[in-house]
């Protein structure tokens, strides 16, 4: 059984150097990334979005050319175990889920991914083994279009001005402040902190 250009094995190696653990999450979120990749016209280009903030935007990472420093991957907290690949100036392309409903007879990956049973009560190894066997078949696919708002948004390219509050460069296109310093990011305050303490 492959990942990609990987085989398990390999998959599983490449998962503990880059992400820390082998977590299921990634055993899973490696299918998930090679059932959309399946189902994507060969030889576009595409982005990225997961909707977890969770393992899977590691498994992106992984498998795809899309990486969070260069932009083709959005991370959304959503809190859904979900992924995105789509037609980056369509929007067209799918999206792909652990379907709850397909998690009957596999119960280590329903206690593991509902949560039933506490990480100490679980099987590691069981759920290693039931995540591998099931492969794709615990996933939903659909096929999605990504709003042309989100697919034109990314960083704003364009004149870079010096904020009035905090001093810093930011996009002009933003506002008169930088978006830390306006307050529609109030839990960004590191700066604050580290300014006050200077
Ligand atoms: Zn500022």
């Known amino acids: ?35 959309a990749k399946g189902e994507l016209p060969p030889g576009i280009l595409y982005d990225a979005i997961t909707e977890t903030v969770v393992c899977l935007p590691d498994a992106v990472q992984l498998l795809t050319p ?12 959503l809190g ?24 009957d007879g596999r119960p280590a990956v329903r206690d593991w991914f509902l949560r039933l049973k506490a990480k100490r009560d679980q099987d590691p ?3 290693r083994d039931e995540i591998i066997a099931a492969g794709t078949d615990i996933l939903g696919v659909r096929p999605v279009v990504v709003a042309r708002s989100f697919i034109a948004g990314g960083r704003k390219k364009g004149p870079i001005t010096l904020c009035p509050a905090c001093g810093e460069a930011y996009p002009a ?3 008169p402040r930088c978006l ?11 700066c604050d902190l580290v300014r006050k303490r200077e």
Not at 2 to 19: A, C, Q, R, T, W
Not at 70 to 75: E, F, S, Y
Not at 90 to 101: I, Y
Request: glycine content about 14%; overall charge negative.
């Open 1 to 35: 059984m492959n990942i990609g250009p990987y085989s398990l094995e390999d998959y599983m190696h490449l998962v503990k150097s880059f992400h820390g653990s082998v977590a299921p999450g990634l055993i899973v979120g490696g299918f998930m990334v090679e059932a």
């Open 66 to 77: 899309c990486t969070v420093g260069n932009g083709w991957l959005r991370v959304l907290d």
């Open 80 to 103: 859904r175990f979900a992924l995105c690949l789509y037609d980056k100036t369509t929007g067209r392309g799918v999206r792909v889920f652990v379907d709850p409903g397909k998690l």
């Open 125 to 127: 190894v069981r759920l």
């Open 173 to 175: 296109a933003d506002g």
């Open 180 to 190: 830390a310093c306006d307050g529609n990011y109030g839990d960004i305050i590191i």
